[in-house]
């Protein structure tokens, strides 16, 4: 496995549900990412860890729950989720902050579906 | 508040054309601006970047022109192919944060 591996790549749960999303990645990167892409918006930034410390909660409801157990995998867990939070949730990961130089490696993306 | 506005929202050229994609931002601390592209099924992947020092870039058939006057950057592509049909976009990037524009549907008709 190479890059950045999320599953499941489709995922259809009820409001009630309890799931995770998984994100590895095997690129020796010391932050990960979690963004939400809906249709015709741009990348929401959601959670951001570098070197498994959180350093970033973007105003999220609490329905999601980051972890982040080592530098190389991410999980995003989800409960009691509203329609709305429909989208392709991507996965992210880069080296470094430094200016200039933080470029992002991405995952292909959990599409979730709540009914 | 959308940090960077990105223009416009779909284009269709015909094979051989140019494409051009239009990107604007306000916070003079961004540091670096990166374009992405992103096929179906797939996640984005970076394209180009440029930093604020620089007018211009290029790679192959795809050019970064940046305004820092202006604040404004925008992505040219050159002799384009229908394998460049894809969704493009634009960031500002400050620290660890990217600030992503609303993205830039491309066709390419052959």
């Known amino acids: 496995e190479t890059g950045v591996t999320q599953t499941p790549r489709h995922l259809v749960m009820g409001m009630t549900n309890k799931k995770s999303l998984k994100c590895e990645q095997h690129l020796g990167h010391n932050a990960m990412y979690w963004y939400k892409q809906s249709a015709k918006k741009p990348l929401e930034l959601m959670f951001v860890y570098s070197l498994e410390e959180r350093v970033e909660n973007n105003s999220v409801p609490s329905r999601f729950s980051p972890e982040c157990p080592n530098s190389s995998h991410l999980f995003l867990h989800l409960h009691t989720l509203q329609p709305e939070d429909s989208a392709l949730y991507l996965c992210?990961?880069?080296?470094?902050?430094?200016?200039?130089?933080?470029?992002?490696?991405f995952g292909a993306g959990s599409r979730l579906t709540v009914l | 508040q959308q940090q960077v506005k990105q223009s416009p929202q779909s284009l269709i050229v015909q094979k051989g054309g140019i494409s051009i994609i239009n990107c604007a931002y306000e916070?003079?601390?961004?540091?670096?601006f990166p374009w992405y592209q992103q096929f179906p099924g797939k996640g984005p992947a970076l394209l180009i970047a440029?930093?604020?020092?620089?007018s211009e870039k290029k790679e192959g058939r795809f050019t970064i022109s940046f305004n820092k006057s202006a604040k404004q950057f925008s992505l040219h592509i050159m002799d384009s192919q229908p394998g460049d049909s894809a969704t493009y976009f634009c960031?500002?990037?400050?620290?660890?944060?990217?600030?992503f524009g609303a993205g830039t549907t491309v066709t390419v008709r052959a």
């Open positions: 992210a990961s880069s080296q470094s902050f430094s200016p200039g130089a933080n470029v992002l490696t």
């Open positions: 960031a500002a990037v400050q620290g660890y944060k990217l600030s």
């Open positions: 916070n003079t601390a961004f540091d670096y």
């Open positions: 440029i930093r604020p020092d620089v």
